[in-house]
């Protein structure tokens, strides 16, 4: 099974700042097969991005994602008030179980 | 408009059974996969298993294969999670999610049903 390492686990910032946040796996992730899901207080998760660094429709274009092979990246440019959430990373390229991170927390400094 | 929406909390007894669903619309139910996640409080995300309506095929994470079934019925458009006896230790959210067309992430998800076990 491969584990993935979010860090860190709480991000504080001020609005407009930039998020940087890493989700690291114990096995190479062949064909970027990882996604990034937002879940806010309350909230089912959405789709952020996937294939690493495609965003799923209707996110905006401050969010991106970058890496390969064990290291990934969910970058947010200016941090606007509704991105205090909580990220988590999947992967999807080892079967049977799809697993997730353990989120990191972003909230307001 | 792509809505998947699940079934109320529930509140049941350690030893009791349980049913929830998940009911599709606005897509081709029987064209996806709906997959089933738990999240227990405050904790992050599992994937219990999967399913595909349009045949029935079942699949299940070794972790949860024999403590839940997963089943669908498309006629009326719904995935279904059941347990025949619960324990203290189901109490959780549990999502349910359609999977992307061909890859394994989840671009739709339900709003979530809270259970509760408690004697």
């Known amino acids: 099974e491969i584990v993935l390492t979010q860090s860190p686990g709480t991000l504080s910032l001020s609005l407009g700042e930039r998020a940087t946040l890493s989700c690291r796996a114990s096995?190479?992730?062949?064909?970027?097969?990882l996604a990034w899901y937002q879940q806010k207080a309350g909230q089912a998760p959405r789709l952020l991005m996937y294939?690493?660094?495609s965003r799923a429709p209707g996110v905006p274009d401050r969010f991106s994602g970058s890496g390969s092979g064990t290291d990934f990246t969910l970058t947010i440019s200016r941090l606007e008030p509704e991105d205090f959430a909580v990220y988590y990373c999947?992967?999807?390229?080892?079967?049977?179980?799809?697993?997730f991170g353990q989120g990191t927390k972003v909230e307001i400094k | 408009e792509v809505q998947l929406v699940q079934s109320g909390a529930e509140v049941k007894k350690p030893g009791e059974s349980l049913k929830i669903s998940c009911k599709g619309s606005?897509?081709?139910?029987?064209?996806?996969?709906i997959a089933w996640l738990r999240q227990m409080p405050e904790k992050g995300l599992e994937w219990m298993g999967i399913?595909?309506?349009?045949?029935?095929?079942?699949r299940y994470s070794p972790s949860f294969q024999g403590q839940v079934t997963i089943s669908a019925d498309k006629s009326i458009t719904t995935a279904y999670l059941q347990w025949s006896s619960l324990k203290a230790s189901d109490t959780a959210m549990y999502y349910c999610?359609?999977?992307?067309?061909?890859?394994?992430?989840?671009?739709?998800w339900g709003q979530g049903t809270l259970v509760t076990v408690s004697s």
């Open positions: 999610a359609r999977r992307a067309s061909h890859e394994e992430y989840y671009d739709y």
């Open positions: 606005g897509y081709s139910f029987t064209s996806y996969w």
């Open positions: 399913i595909y309506s349009g045949d029935s095929d079942t």
């Open positions: 096995q190479s992730i062949s064909s970027n097969y």
């Open positions: 294939g690493a660094s």
């Open positions: 999947q992967q999807y390229v080892s079967s049977p179980t799809w697993t």
